[in-house]
């Protein structure tokens, strides 16, 4: 059996083994015909010293990814069997599939005008971040939930949902799943739904009900339902994570502190019930870096793809350095160390500061006990 060959090959050849005879040919090939495997030959990658990913740092330029986009859109059309004009980071390292990380799903979905994305239904847990442009509605649960730059749109699994566009424009952004964690489970649902949007659903009001009922800070209605295992919120509006922003670093400045570090100020997305992650196995935060300021380095369990909002910096991951500007997406896998310097850049913001939306797997590893932080010196 193929399977047992790297065994024997760690048998002859590598350090710290038994010593080869002819007895412990004659147990490796008992092991082989029951289909076991010693742990002694696999222990050092079954635990090593510290978590070593099979993803790599990679970055996708975003107008790449929009124009590549824009093609697809003259070419593929939208409907029942491909579902969703989606385009999927795949990491160089994990063998072509449309994974960003061996848990993260990220992709650019592109909706031509007067476009629907039909209505369907999945176990995976998802989000929608918008980079530029507006005019799509996102339709959860018969609720229309418009999508403008900077919203952070989360919908819980199970939820039927479709995407039209109202206007003459083509309109990108980016989609986030946890299907690679799924897929690895062997748990994924999925179920088409119906057609054709009703006539109330393809209105486009410029509040949700589920905004009208859960987007006001602080408060909590009584006589709502248990929300699902996600945020009832459908969308943060990027006017309320601007404010919270600037407000951590003004009171930086007046000495209040309330920033992650100097000249960084972050939040996370959080579920209005609860408090809690805005999906169960996604987290998801806006971080902004003044200009001229650099980060420390932090390593973390667990796998994080980020996308730049505005500004333009330099990012490093481990042994790799880019320059970033808007649009532009990175991965940082399990444990390797991710630092951040905002520069000045032709499409800074009017603050100058390099805006970084994050989306990761934290809950996941949270919930195991196995979430881990470090910063280096």
Do not use: C
């Not at 031509?112 to 442009?133: I, K, L, S």
């Not at 005019?135 to 749109?153: H, K, Q, S």
């Amino acid at each position: 059996m193929s399977a047992m060959s790297p065994v024997r090959l760690q048998a002859t050849e590598a350090a710290d083994q038994p010593t080869v005879t002819p007895a412990l040919e004659r147990l490796y090939r008992g092991f082989e015909e029951e289909l076991l495997v010693p742990l002694w030959t696999e222990i050092g990658d079954l635990m090593p010293v510290n978590p070593r990913s099979r993803a790599v740092p990679h970055r996708w330029e975003w107008g790449s990814l929009l124009r590549l986009a824009e093609q697809a859109g003259e070419i593929v059309p939208v409907g029942r069997g491909g579902e969703r004009r989606a385009i999927a980071l795949a990491n160089p390292s994990l063998g072509g599939r449309p994974f960003a990380t061996p848990t993260l799903w990220a992709a650019i979905q592109y909706l031509m005008p007067g476009e629907d994305a039909p209505e369907h239904r999945h176990t995976q847990h998802a989000f929608r971040f918008v980079v530029e442009g507006s005019g799509v509605w996102t339709v959860v649960g018969g609720d229309p939930v418009p999508m403008n730059r900077g919203d952070f749109l989360p919908q819980a699994g199970w939820n039927w949902h479709a995407h039209h566009n109202a206007t003459e424009q083509p309109m990108a952004w980016i989609d986030g799943l946890d299907i690679p964690l799924q897929y690895l489970t062997e748990a994924q649902f999925f179920e088409p739904g119906r057609d054709e949007l009703s006539h109330a659903e393809r209105t486009t009001p410029e509040r949700s009900r589920s905004e009208r009922l859960w987007g006001h800070p602080g408060l909590r209605p009584l006589g709502a339902p248990a929300p699902s295992p996600g945020s009832p919120l459908l969308s943060y509006k990027w006017e309320f994570t601007d404010r919270a922003l600037t407000d951590q670093l003004a009171l930086e400045e007046q000495g209040y502190g309330g920033t992650v570090e100097p000249g960084h100020a972050a939040v996370r997305y959080a579920n209005p019930h609860d408090g809690s992650d805005v999906l169960p196995t996604i987290r998801a935060e806006l971080h902004r870096v003044v200009r001229g300021a650099e980060t420390a380095p932090v390593r973390e369990t667990g796998s994080s793809v980020y996308q730049v909002f505005d500004g333009s910096g330099v990012v490093t991951v481990g042994d790799h350095s880019w320059s970033v500007t808007r649009g532009d997406l990175f991965v940082v896998p399990s444990w390797e160390p991710l630092s951040v310097r905002s520069e000045a850049g032709a499409t800074d913001s009017d603050s100058g500061a390099l805006d970084l939306f994050r989306f990761s797997d934290a809950p996941v590893f949270a919930a195991l006990h196995l979430h881990r932080t470090q910063k280096d010196s």
